[in-house]
């Protein structure tokens, strides 16, 4: 508890300020510190803002978006890999680049594999495999046996782009359920309370690791190696915190909370993961963007509910059980 006291009351009110500041209470101030509310206020676009950079992020400047590179197969480091010897982005844009050499001789049944993609595969397993699958399954389809125009290949580019990030997200979403929980009638508030807090603390990681967002943003448009470990550190540390919220005894009035909790940290812990490895699942790095934010305020909700049950017993001491948890809620300014 000895860091909650080094907030400045300028850092408290800036965090006040935003939106977006105030759903990473959870992951920020628990997992990595009073660096995060050191570091600048985030305005509650600026996910989406990162977002929609990294969707139009062109790494060889060749006019074609990395995760489009992805779909059709071509090299997202290399602004000529087609065999047309003109920049990728400009075979797009003319209807010579498609998402497989071969797909007017394929018959409409046959099923397509990422092998079947020219230039590098997207990881076996990964989002960015499933979509790319889906990419040329929908391209012959809509061929029907012959090339697609410039205009009629965009459309079905921009189709997906509309709903792959949605899909990803619903991938990474937690497949937890209240049967995950593990309620007793036999444990004590206190006892739960101070149970959760444990977890908390022992799974806090350096102070250096900073704030996830600028971390995602150092890593997704500068290819910052530091911030790709840090952030590997900390979806390690969201695991860990799941795995030990799973074997937690709950109070049954708790169980929603404690699910929240649960759901909100597997989330967490898988977009952190992929968008700490994008180069591999590039599209998967959309969908773990879109659902940080929600998870994060899923989190924050799951810790508010315990708070208040905890006051509804009298305000603890500072380093009685749930001390920790409220000292956390009451700098998101939720009660």
Request: no cysteine.
């Amino acid at each position: 508890m000895a860091f909650l006291q080094r907030f400045s009351p300028r850092s408290v009110r800036i965090a006040a300020a935003s939106a977006l500041a105030l759903s990473f209470v959870g992951a920020a101030f628990l997992i990595t510190s009073p660096s995060f509310w050191k570091t600048r206020s985030v305005n509650a676009e600026s996910t989406d803002q990162l977002l929609a950079a990294y969707a139009s992020k062109d790494t060889d400047g060749d006019g074609l978006p990395d995760w489009q590179e992805a779909l059709y197969g071509t090299d997202p480091s290399k602004a000529i890999s087609n065999s047309y010897g003109i920049p990728d982005g400009q075979a797009a844009k003319e209807g010579k680049l498609t998402p497989n050499t071969l797909s007017s001789q394929l018959p409409q049944d046959q099923t397509i594999t990422a092998s079947d993609l020219p230039g590098t595969a997207p990881a076996a397993g990964s989002i960015t495999e499933q979509f790319s699958h889906e990419f040329l399954q929908e391209y012959v389809t809509a061929s029907k046996g012959q090339p697609l125009t410039a205009d009629q290949q965009q459309a079905l580019v921009t189709k997906l782009m509309t709903e792959l990030t949605q899909k990803a997200g619903q991938q990474l979403d937690s497949k937890y359920t209240i049967v995950s929980v593990h309620t007793s009638t036999r444990v004590g508030t206190a006892e739960y309370i101070g149970d959760v807090e444990e977890i908390l603390k022992n799974n806090e990681v350096d102070v250096g690791t900073g704030d996830p967002l600028v971390l995602m943003q150092a890593l997704l448009e500068h290819d910052d190696k530091d911030a790709k470990q840090k952030l590997l550190t900390l979806a390690k540390a969201y695991a860990a915190i799941r795995d030990d919220l799973l074997s937690v005894q709950t109070p049954t009035n708790l169980a929603d909370e404690h699910l929240e909790l649960i759901q909100s940290f597997d989330s967490l812990s898988k977009a952190t993961n992929i968008i700490a490895t994008y180069d591999s699942d590039p599209l998967g790095a959309m969908g773990a963007l879109s659902i940080y934010h929600p998870a994060d305020l899923a989190m924050l909700d799951g810790l508010t509910g315990i708070a208040k049950t905890i006051l509804a017993g009298g305000e603890p001491a500072s380093g009685q059980p749930g001390a920790y948890i409220l000292s956390a809620v009451r700098l998101s300014q939720k009660i």
